[in-house]
């Protein structure tokens, strides 16, 4: 009975990780499962072959090795079945709210977007999103029961214990607010709140410029400054869910007042609403976050040397963090990733001088490759890719 248990035990656990696998890169032939899972071919067969057979994963013919037709066999690809549920994504913005549904094997099948007032009410946001999830699942063509999960990002720390927005978010109608009871209530759904911040590292490690890598820190640049950290393939979120708010590092003690309270921190030189309000004053007109990169891109002398000096206020805080934490990979994520090698050039050279040269010899400062979608993205990507409810929907699934 002992070894029964055992082997019964040992089998689930396989299969865990076989649909883990699937979960995470939407697709795999049998030979990448078996060096992804560690487990042997003839596992992984027999493995699939239930799976099959219980109507939880599809295989199909891929393309051939180097992407051309009749030049090589190509591999059977093995995915989770469209049967077997969508994620729902929710971005909060600074001014904007994404709603995207996507099925298991990755593939986006409809998202919308709108802006919204900086100022609106946490209740004004969560009744936006139902409408906008509504709109998506019959775009999509998909049942409210087929949603295993729904992932949802906030341009704030989240507190692990309790779930509630914190003080230093840049939505204050949202302050206090437990967002995950609140949107789980109005949708009827399961919903896991996180960061944006860490919704774009996630995004990035699924489908961007961190795919294939495990320890890397995603930085979003925009009206505020937030940090992603991954280390082994995994969200770091720290006692209380700080960890990563790196536009509050302080770089001049005697700086401007920054928001949450203190002088001189990064947010208060890097971020876009900084930088805007400094070009502002010397143009004597109001420039946006938009203006201020149109202006960067055609070349205008106060725009590139505002941007460089927030690169090089960065570089010293990438430089802390390299020593502290030793990634592969910083992605530049955010609106000010658009400005391209104005803003990382001076981020490379910082961390190049000052950080440990060890760290800094094994570090690549890269832009994110996937824009304004990366949190929605992200959002997916914290159901497909972090929460374990989904294998529990599919041992539900197939006891029925």
Known sequence: MRRSGSLTSLREGNRKRVIDALRER???????????????????????????????????DGQAADGEPGAGRPPVLVSLNDSAGVALGIDFGHRHLRVAVSDLSHTVLAETWRELNVDHSAAHGLDAAADFVDQVLDEAGVERSRVIGVGMGLPAPIERSSGTVQNNSILPGWVGVDAAAEASRRLRMPVEVENDANLGALAELVWGAAVGRSEVVYLKVATGIGGGLLSKGKLQHGIN????????????ADGPVCRCGNRGCLETLASTSAIAELLSASRREPVSTRRLLELCAAGDAAAQRLIADAGRALGVAVANLCNLVNPECVIIGGDLSAAGDILLEPIRDVVARIAIPSAAASLEVVPGVLGERAEMLGALALVLHESDRFYASQLEAEAA
């Not at 049998?30 to 109507?55: C, F, K, M, N, Y």
């Open 26 to 60: 939407g697709q795999a032939s049998r030979a990448e499962l078996a060096r992804i899972t560690d487990l042997s071919r003839s596992t992984i067969s027999t493995i699939v072959g239930d799976l099959v057979e219980a109507g939880l994963v599809s295989e199909r």
């Open 241 to 252: 869910g700080t960890a990563g708010e790196i536009g509050h590092t302080v770089l001049m």
